[in-house]
T-cell receptor, first 112, second 115 residues
Framework: DAKTTQPPSMDCAEGRAANLPCNHSTISGNEYVYWYRQIHSQGPQYIIH???NNETNEMASLIITEDRKSSTLILPHATLRDTAVYYC?????????????FGTGTRLKVLA | ETGVTQSPTHLIKTRGQQVTLRCSSQ?????VSWYQQALGQGPQFIFQYYREEENGRGNFPPRFSGLQFPNYSSELNVNALELDDSALYLC??????????????FGPGTRLLVL
């Protein structure tokens, strides 16, 4: 199963873009990269996912490098409510089971 | 809101007891996964249910068991509770429809404390 590596913590000024990096150097060619966030021990919230191309939705943008060994989640205009733990996940498949392998994530603190 | 609900929200048990946690899937979803999240850690995969059968298991002992019902809701049962079982238990539902893309949506979790 592919693993991910993220910095343990980051700070970002309110209104600025937050760029959260993730390394997944052992990713397989058909494995998706997923991003979730977890606010204060609530259930993880889905943000975005991608395979090869860059993706954008109403919450964020996902930039995946051409070799797919790393990606960056971009929150374009961070607000205080974006303070959370952000998880980058490469979904592993074992005998047909699509399971998520979580790391310890990046604790993002948005500063006023 | 994801439409995934879990009950109860909090639970206190003593060591050696048994506990049942419940999860209702998001409408239209047919797959349920369970995760355990210890304090300060990321969620750890326990097992997954698809078509009422266990469809993959993480590194958890057999005293962790589950069920999925015809309406796709699910239960997680833990026997012989240990202190280390204290954690947030998360349920996630998804739609398996062929292909490799399957996004999981998480419920709010059940916080279990074992004394």
């Amino acid at each position: 199963d592919a693993k991910t590596t993220q910095p343990p913590s980051m700070d970002c000024a309110e209104g600025r873009a937050a760029n959260l990096p993730c390394n997944h150097s052992t990713i397989s060619g058909n494995e998706y990269v997923y991003w979730y966030r977890q606010i204060h021990s609530q259930g993880p919230q889905y943000i975005i996912h991608g395979l090869k191309n860059n993706e954008t939705n109403e919450m964020a943008s996902l930039i995946i490098t051409e070799d797919r060994k790393s990606s960056t989640l971009i929150l374009p205009h961070a607000t205080l409510r974006d303070t959370a733990v952000y998880y980058c996940i490469v979904r592993g498949t074992t005998s047909g089971t699509y399971k998520y392998i979580f790391g310890t994530g990046t604790r993002l603190k948005v500063l006023a | 809101e994801t439409g995934v609900t879990q009950s109860p929200t909090h639970l206190i048990k003593t060591r050696g007891q048994q506990v049942t946690l419940r999860c209702s899937s998001q409408s239209g979803h047919n797959t349920v996964s369970w995760y355990q999240q210890a304090l300060g850690q990321g969620p750890q995969f326990i097992f997954q249910y698809y078509r009422e059968e266990e469809n993959g298991r993480g590194n958890f002992p057999p005293r962790f068991s589950g069920l999925q019902f015809p309406n796709y809701s699910s239960e997680l049962n833990v026997n012989a509770l240990e202190l280390d079982d204290s954690a947030l238990y998360l349920c996630a539902s998804s739609l398996r429809a062929g292909g490799r893309k399957e996004t999981q949506y998480f419920g709010p979790g059940t916080r279990l404390l074992v004394l």
